[in-house]
């Protein structure tokens, strides 16, 4: 049986100034995306439809304010809706933490529109784009929440089964977020990567990128305990499985309608 480490919240500390690893976390995602851009910017279907590195930068803002704001009203909304409403005040404290993933993303797709509109392009051309680099940002994400020994798993008895203290109970328990790290980080990173790394009909990418991470997440949950105010609900299912569904079927949805929609090959002379 494994102990979690205990890190110190605090990666530095300069006086006053505290800089703690989750925000180090959010760095580390925001430089992978303008890193691993620069490298699909290079991919000659991607060049070909002009994209450029400033638009890298546009497309970073726009997506940071709809990971904040989304990801925070998201959390106020599927999670915890009738504390906020008692505490309202407390919805501006986002410094005590409450993000969801879901209401991120729902975030990160208005702010792509809106992207979409100023740069005159697609909102499927836009989100096809960014949705092989958007699995780093989530992999960085998992790895803050394991080093604040946040977001634990289930009970378990597996060999590298993890003590918690902030559990408070003394029992191993799956160490969920790095399956999260694996599956909805590494594992959906590389296999979209690939993915799109030939020209695709518009909207697959994308499509696939809701379908990947809708099942990894589906699955992950089964080893992550629920939410204390929330519990399992229907079907026995976690609130993240209930929201996880709908992006598998609407990301199954979107490749089968891109593919249906995409040009025949020519059969030559």
């Not at 305990?225 to 992006?247: I, K, R, V």
């Amino acid at each position: 049986m494994l102990t979690h480490p205990q890190f110190d919240p605090i990666a530095v500390q300069i006086g006053p100034l505290a800089i703690h690893w989750y925000g180090l976390m959010y760095l580390l995602a925001f430089v992978m995306f303008l890193w691993f851009g620069r490298l699909r910017i290079r991919q000659p279907h991607i060049a070909a439809q002009g994209w450029q590195a400033r638009d890298l930068d546009d497309m970073l803002f726009y997506g940071v304010l709809g990971v904040i704001l989304g990801g925070r009203l998201g959390y106020v909304l599927f999670y915890k809706p009738s504390y906020y409403v008692a505490n309202p005040l407390d919805l501006f404290k986002v410094w005590e933490g409450g993000m969801a993933f879901h209401g991120g993303f729902l975030g990160v797709v208005v702010a792509m529109w809106l992207f979409g509109r100023a740069r005159q392009r697609s909102w499927l051309q836009v989100t096809d784009f960014i949705a092989p680099m958007v699995p780093c940002g989530l992999a960085a994400g998992r790895l803050g929440n394991f080093i604040n020994g946040e977001l634990w798993g289930r009970p378990t008895d597996v060999p590298w089964g993890m003590v918690f203290p902030q559990a408070g109970d003394g029992i191993a328990r799956h160490p969920s977020q790095l399956y999260q790290f694996a599956g909805e980080g590494v594992a959906l990173f590389v296999l979209l990567w690939l993915f799109a790394r030939k020209p695709r009909p518009v909207g697959a990418v994308s499509g696939a990128f809701l379908a990947g991470y809708g099942f990894f997440r589906f699955i992950a949950e089964f080893a992550r305990e629920p939410d204390s105010y929330l519990g399992l609900l229907a079907l026995n299912l976690s609130m993240g499985q209930l929201l996880s569904l709908p992006m598998i079927a609407a990301g199954i949805a979107m490749m089968a309608w891109a593919y249906r929609r995409a040009p025949a090959p020519s059969s030559g002379a």
